[in-house]
C-alpha cells in the first residue's frame, strides 16, 4: 500500500505545482558606486550599537524596579 500511495504521489505532485519558477538572488560583486564617508560610517555603528546595547542598557538601569514586588 505504501508503494502505491508513493507511486500515486510522485505523479500527481508535479501537475498540482504547476510550472517550475526559477529564482535568482540579485548579487553584484562590483565595489558601491560611491564610498561612505566618515560621518555616514559613524551615525550606521552608532546606530548599531544603540540598537544592540540600548534595550539591555534599560533593563540593566531599571532592575532595581524590576526587582520590587507590589
Same mark, same amino acid.
Do not use: C
Given at each position: 500500500?505504501?508503494?502505491?500511495?508513493?507511486? =500515486?504521489?510522485?505523479?500527481? $505532485?508535479? $501537475?498540482?505545482?504547476?510550472?517550475?519558477?526559477?529564482?535568482?538572488?540579485?548579487?553584484?560583486?562590483?565595489?558601491?558606486?560611491?564610498? /561612505?564617508?566618515?560621518?555616514?560610517?559613524?551615525?550606521? /555603528?552608532?546606530?548599531?550599537?544603540?540598537? =544592540? &546595547?540600548?534595550?539591555?542598557?534599560? =533593563?540593566?538601569?531599571? &532592575?532595581?524596579?524590576?526587582?520590587?514586588?507590589?
Amino acid at each position: 500500500m505504501p508503494g502505491l500511495l508513493r507511486t =500515486i504521489a510522485t505523479r500527481v $505532485a508535479p $501537475a498540482l505545482r504547476g510550472p517550475a519558477v526559477t529564482q535568482r538572488a540579485n548579487l553584484y560583486t562590483r565595489p558601491a558606486k560611491d564610498a /561612505l564617508g566618515p560621518v555616514e560610517t559613524a551615525v550606521g /555603528l552608532g546606530m548599531f550599537a544603540l540598537a =544592540i &546595547l540600548g534595550p539591555s542598557g534599560w =533593563i540593566l538601569a531599571h &532592575l532595581e524596579d524590576y526587582k520590587k514586588k507590589d
